[in-house]
């Protein structure tokens, strides 16, 4: 008959080989080499285009693997704030490597999912992407300006530019 220890230990590693498990699976790509501002541009252009044909108003920043910015552009009458909305959401979709919907719906969820607050970084709103080339992120792409869903549906035409 097994010690209570080693019951704990065993019911430990179950748990752990669990997580591990968990995370394994969900293991988002790996990080590559930084975004060229020839491809941010490429990747704006469709985002910009997606706006304008629906009469939107956006501005789109994109960042490299680390969250810096290498391009960033608004239309006219965009809402000011939302240069740094932009900003923002490229840089939570690439530090944390998952589209800023993720957080999102994780927050909504409640529970757990409302440790996002207190992460620093972390945007949990609809519209940071990140970018993927050759199977590793290369940067992400943040749009902001109108709805959320309005500001991911273009997102994800500039995101789409590189597959």
């Not at 020839?38 to 304008?52: G, I, Q």
């Not at 629906?54 to 969250?67: F, I, K």
């Not at 240069?83 to 490229?90: S, Y």
């Amino acid at each position: 008959m097994p010690t209570k220890s080693a019951v704990k230990l065993i019911v430990v590693l179950a748990f752990a080989l669990c997580l591990l498990t968990s995370a394994l699976a969900q293991m988002p790509n790996p990080y590559g080499p930084p975004i060229s501002l020839e491809n941010a541009k490429k990747v704006t252009a469709p985002a910009l285009a997606e706006a304008a044909k629906n009469n939107w108003t956006m501005a789109v920043a994109v960042v490299d693997p680390g969250g810096n910015l290498v391009y960033y552009e608004k239309m006219d009458n965009t809402q000011i704030g939302s240069a740094n909305v932009a900003i923002d959401k490229a840089r939570s979709a690439a530090l944390f490597k998952r589209p800023t919907k993720a957080l999102q719906d994780a927050l909504a969820a409640g529970g757990d999912g409302l440790r996002i607050l207190k992460i620093q970084g972390a945007v949990p709103v609809e519209g940071g992407i990140p970018l993927v080339l050759d199977g590793k992120i290369v940067g992400a792409i943040g749009v902001s300006g109108g709805a959320s869903s309005q500001d991911a549906q273009c997102a994800k035409a500039g995101a789409e530019i590189l597959k």
